[in-house]
C-alpha cells in the first residue's frame, strides 16, 4: 500500500513539474520587434490554422546570418515573414500575425487549398544549404510553434516543401520527425503520411 501510495505522489509531482515547465516555456517566449511594411497585407480578420517552416540566409554579402541584411534582402523582393529565428535562437518578429506575410508564394495545402499565406504563419529559420539549424533555433521554434499553437486551431505544420514541391526545398538539413516529436504534433504527422501515400 506505502509503495503505490509513494509512486501515486512521485507521478503526481511529475506530472505537476512537466506541466509546470510547460507553461514557464511558454512565458519566457522572448520576442524582439522588427516590424516592416513591405512583403505583407494588412487584415482585420483572418483565419490561422497553418504554421510553414521555411530556411533564410542572406546570400547579397556580409554576414549571412544578420538579421538587418535579412530583412533588406526581404524587401528587395517585397516579401517577408511573420517571423525569423536566429543562430542563437533569438526570435525576430517582422509581421503581426493577425496581417499576412507573403513568404510561401505559390503553394498549395494538403486539403487543396491553394496559396497558403492568406490562412498561415511563416517562420524561418536562419541556416543556408550546407548547414543544419541549430539546436538553440530547433528550442526557439519547438517553443513559437506550441505557443502559436495555444492560440489558433491549427490543422497544419509543414514545410515549405511540402507545399511548393519542385519549387522550394527549404527547410534545409532539419530533423523534421524529431521537430515534429517535440511539437507533439501527432495528427499533422499522420495527416501527412496519408496525404504522402495518397500521392504516391
Ligand atoms: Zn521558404
Keep these: 500500500m506505502n509503495l503505490i501510495h509513494n509512486i501515486r505522489i512521485t507521478m503526481i509531482c511529475f506530472l505537476f513539474v512537466l506541466n509546470f515547465s510547460t507553461v514557464s516555456s511558454q512565458t519566457k517566449l522572448k520576442i524582439v520587434d522588427k516590424t516592416v511594411n513591405f512583403g505583407m497585407r494588412t ?87 550546407g548547414t543544419a539549424p541549430t539546436e538553440l533555433q530547433i528550442r526557439s521554434l519547438t517553443a513559437l510553434v506550441k505557443d502559436i499553437k495555444t492560440r489558433y486551431p491549427i490543422k497544419y505544420v509543414l514545410r515549405h516543401s511540402d507545399i511548393a514541391p519542385g519549387r522550394k526545398t527549404d527547410p534545409w538539413n532539419m530533423d523534421w520527425n524529431d521537430f515534429l516529436w517535440r511539437i507533439g504534433d501527432k495528427n499533422t504527422l499522420i495527416n501527412f503520411k496519408i496525404d504522402s501515400l495518397q500521392k504516391q
Aim: glycine residues 10%; negative net charge; proline residues 1%.
Design 43 to 129: 487584415t482585420q480578420l483572418r483565419n490561422i490554422d497553418v504554421i510553414i517552416i521555411h530556411s533564410v540566409y542572406n546570400a547579397s554579402g556580409g554576414d549571412i546570418y544578420d538579421i538587418d541584411l535579412i530583412i533588406r534582402q526581404f524587401s528587395r523582393y517585397h516579401v517577408s515573414s511573420h517571423y525569423v529565428i536566429g543562430r542563437e535562437g533569438t526570435i525576430y518578429q517582422l509581421v503581426k500575425e493577425k496581417n499576412v506575410s507573403f513568404h510561401a508564394g505559390q503553394s498549395s495545402l494538403p486539403d487543396g487549398r491553394m496559396g497558403a499565406n492568406t490562412c498561415s504563419i511563416g517562420i524561418e529559420l536562419m541556416d543556408s544549404v
